[in-house]
């Protein structure tokens, strides 16, 4: 998030896009009902009747996958209506004619043909974001998960550069992180191509901050592959060997068929995880792991606050703490990794990174956490950022166009299936369907669909149907409902009864490599 | 009636500790206060409303009841021996309302054997913790009846203890406790007269419950907190008298098992739904219908002692609910609709 959790208590309008958040962040969600009960507006922008829409202003339902064409179709409103903050633009940002010349084709009427949302609509929406005081774009999985999803976030970015809504308090563009960490291993460099703080790996003088921090030489200067990439090469033979922590792809990753086959591929699989996942099942070997009551260190939430968490309980058997498991691999690898605490682990990241530099363990220790940026020990973190200016100088317009989901309904597969979590279970179900309330609430896998596409099809409210894509197919429980719109299709990967990722479309946005969870081709049958 | 000096009370719990588990106010790094077992280092008498009802203690939020191993079957009744140092008058009556309610109809051996186990001693009140306190309405505080083996009024100088058991008497050290005089009596009805004064009437609960008792509530105040409802739960974890549990086993290995009960909400659709999949509290506002009616109607008259309701008045639920809708919110809308 650009800014921090309490301002949504101050902010005067949020554009809420793509994200379930009461289900997924309820004490978020929770914040904007009470906003929007003392009088904030509420713009909700969600293909599904979500339980914010209740409060909404205005409940824009597009059309799957079109977000790009409705962001544009706002800012060519305000941009023609004048409603954009000039002093904002010109002082703070650059491109601002490309931005313009690009979004000039989305007109409301070539909008609502692409995304189904009426012209008048689209049109309150831009008036009352742009000419709000405080508004914060709030977004999830709903805008990354597309093969556009690079593009999708740009645009909400352009949005809120356009109207001047960043870089103050209870404004920005605040992506609501969808597990407690990760932004943290993010900022710790478990991505490709960065190390902790994202410095650049193949910046010769960072690699030699780390090389001298750790006593090596020759640190390896080429780009890494992401998850995506990984199996794909491991189809291939090109990765032979594959450490997994705390993640289950055979449930997580897209066209699980072919996870299946690139694991299976591997000459040597480690999965090091609290419980025997789905995937683990096919490890080489299994690296019994603490769970987050059994461990200690630290956190970095949505807002960039990065919080201390102590060991509440011994792990049981043989399970141990992350960091001593990697400590000992590495130094039975030949590199003695000996770390005492993650107290030293974290005085190490302080001293190489510098967005880390001030958030020490013993700040940690005395109070609630401090937010990055926070370069040194007399600095008080950073509730919101691009305060003055952005960090690269002047925020750069970087306009989009309208590209549709990589697969489309035709005659065959002819519903649009989207995917995404529900209240009561956490991505794969490992914890939650072992947790026996949540199991109860939620028993088994199931999928909505709208009333008068159920009559089409014969199937009532509780029936098994089966879904089938061009991958695979799952059989589950119809939930009739008009939560969804007609010819969409909701289900949730978190059962592996059903797996829904045995449906999913193995494409990716070129950038983040993300795949398109939220929209591919299916057909539906009812199960006799 | 008891006096005893300030500066002792530290010391009276760590004798305790000698034949107890204490539990009571700790200081913690952060600056907040939370209940915990009894250290000297961070021990407090400067604490407000705890942020839990001491319910834990007798009702833990997930027990074993009992195991089986080999076919051999082992009831999970052995407790120590707990003392619970500085509750508030509104949870002793919470927990009298409860262990009333459990001891109801038949034996449950799983809490009664915590009861037995488990001493009180109350810290009353000088006016309201906070501003959802109101526990003169409900008849529950700011200073306790009965139930407790020890009750502790701050008089400024001195604390003065009063017994409510015979286990209360024994526990004042001779050491430490003496005897209070005839003016400590006077001192301690005008105080109790004081802090009575100061807790605010809310008199919307009356009024809410005359109109819940006449089933004259608009459907709408339902509709429109469930609309808004998060389903956590935590209205019903923070209630000092809210004791529905859920029972489920946990299989340990080919011939070995435990059963265990864990706290359940009604605000949770599972709670009511049958096998059939058919739920005869089908949607959120008839859920918290429920929920308030049993805390706000006498259902359970023959459990809530000489309270007003099944509420105690601790405001928790007001307090913590990330939206909302505490028993405050609940009674002042039905009062104003």
């Known amino acids: 998030m650009t800014n921090t959790i309490n301002e949504f208590d101050e902010a005067d309008l949020f554009f809420v896009i793509g994200t379930n958040t009461t289900a997924q962040h309820p004490l978020i969600g929770s914040r904007i009902i009470n906003a929007k009960e003392r009088g904030a507006t509420l713009i909700v922008v969600d293909p599904r009747e979500i339980q914010l829409a209740r409060f909404a202003d205005l409940h824009l339902r597009q059309n799957i996958g079109t977000d790009v064409a409705v962001l544009n179709g706002i800012m060519k409103i305000i941009i023609e209506e004048e409603l954009y903050d000039v002093s904002f633009v010109e002082t703070r940002t650059e491109g601002f004619d490309d931005l313009k010349k690009t979004v000039a084709r989305y007109t409301p009427a070539i909008v609502e043909m692409i995304s189904g949302i009426p012209a008048s609509k689209l049109e309150t929406a831009a008036r009352l974001y742009a000419e709000a005081d405080g508004a914060m774009i709030v977004y999830a999985m709903g805008i990354t998960q597309h093969t556009t999803g690079t593009d999708n976030v740009k645009s909400c970015a352009n949005l809120a550069m356009l109207t001047g809504h960043v870089g103050r308090p209870a404004t920005g563009v605040n992506p609501l992180r969808g597990q407690n960490n990760v932004q943290g291993a993010c900022d710790m460099g478990a991505l490709p191509n960065v190390y902790s703080g994202y410095q650049k790996v193949i910046d010769d003088a960072v690699r030699e901050k780390f090389e001298s921090a750790w006593g090596v030489k020759e640190l390896d200067d080429k780009v890494g592959l992401t998850i995506t990439d990984m199996m794909a090469a491991a189809v291939t033979g090109d990765v032979k060997a594959l450490y997994v922590m705390g993640e289950n792809p055979m449930m997580s990753d897209p066209d699980s068929s072919h996870i299946e086959q690139a694991l299976s591929n591997l000459d040597f699989f480690v999965v090091q995880d609290i419980f025997l996942s789905e995937t683990a099942h096919l490890a080489d070997v299994v690296l019994p792991a603490a769970s987050f009551a059994e461990k200690s260190g630290t956190y970095t939430n949505s807002e960039r606050r990065v919080q201390l968490a102590r060991a509440a309980v011994t792990p049981p058997g043989t399970a141990r703490q992350d960091w001593e498991i990697i400590c000992d691999i590495a130094t039975r690898a030949g590199y003695a990794m000996a770390y005492a605490s993650p107290a030293e682990i974290l005085a190490e990241i302080n001293a190489v990174t510098p967005s880390y530099g001030g958030i020490t363990f013993d700040r940690l220790s005395g109070g609630y956490g401090l937010q990055w940026p926070c370069p040194n020990e007399e600095h008080p973190g950073t509730p919101y950022l691009h305060k003055d200016k952005f960090a690269k100088g002047l925020g750069t317009f970087l306009p989009c166009d309208f590209r549709p989901l990589a697969e489309v309904p035709d005659e065959e597969y002819d519903f649009l299936l989207t995917t995404g979590r529900i209240y009561y279970h956490f991505h794969t179900g490992t914890m939650t369907r072992r947790t026996n309330l949540l199991a109860r609430e939620a028993p088994g896998p199931t999928f909505e669909i709208h009333p008068d596409d159920a009559a089409k099809l014969g199937i009532r409210d509780g029936d098994m149907a089966e879904l089938e894509t061009r991958r695979g197919k799952i059989t589950l429980n119809a939930e009739v409902t008009d939560r969804v719109p007609r010819k969409v299709v909701f289900s949730t990967f978190h059962f592996n009864e059903a797996p829904v990722n045995l449906l999913t479309n193995p494409v990716f946005d070129p950038v983040a490599k993300i795949p398109e969870y939220k929209g591919c081709a299916v057909k539906i049958r009812r199960c006799s | ?337």
Request: charged share 25%.
């Open chain 2, 1 to 337: 009636m008891k006096s005893c000096a300030k500066k002792d009370m530290g010391r009276v719990l760590k004798v305790w500790s000698e034949d107890y588990r204490v539990i009571g106010p700790a200081r913690q790094t952060q600056g907040d206060c939370i209940f915990d077992d009894f250290d000297e280092a961070t021990f407090t008498m400067d604490y407000g409303k705890p942020s839990l009802p001491p319910k834990g203690s007798l009702f833990p939020n997930s027990e074993i009841t009992f195991t089986v191993s080999e076919g051999e079957y082992h009831e999970n009744t052995e407790r120590e021996k707990v003392l619970l140092f500085g509750i508030r008058a509104c949870d002793m009556m919470g927990i009298r309302q409860a262990a009333n309610f459990m001891a109801r109809g038949f034996d449950d051996p799983f809490y009664r054997a915590r009861c037995e186990n488990v001493l009180t001693v109350v810290m009353a009140c000088k006016g309201p913790q906070n501003e959802t306190c109101f526990c003169t309405t409900m008849r529950s505080g700011p200073w306790a009846e009965k139930g407790f083996d020890l009750q502790i009024f701050d008089m400024g100088d001195v604390y003065l203890v009063e017994a409510g058991s015979e286990r209360g008497e024994m526990l004042m050290i001779e050491r430490f406790f003496t005897e209070a005089t005839s003016d400590d009596g006077e001192r301690l009805a005008s105080l109790k007269r004081e802090s009575a004064a100061k807790v605010a009437d809310v008199p919307a609960v009356r009024t809410a419950m005359e109109r819940l008792a006449a089933g004259d509530v608009d459907d709408a105040v339902w509709d429109y907190f469930g609309g808004k409802c998060i389903v956590c739960g935590g209205c019903a974890f923070v209630c000092p008298t809210c004791t529905c549990f859920t029972v489920y086993d946990v299989v340990r290995g080919p011939r070995e098992g435990e059963r265990v009960r864990a706290w359940d909400a009604c605000l949770f659709a599972g709670f009511t739904r049958e096998a059939s999949g058919h739920n005869p509290r089908s949607s959120q506002g008839l859920r918290l219908k429920r929920r308030h009616g049993h805390k706000l109607l006498d259902y359970n008259a023959a459990d809530i002692q000489e309270a007003v309701s099944g509420c105690v008045g601790c405001g928790r639920c007001s307090d913590y609910c990330p939206v909302h809708i505490g028993t405050l919110e609940v009674v002042k809308a039905i009062a104003a609709w």
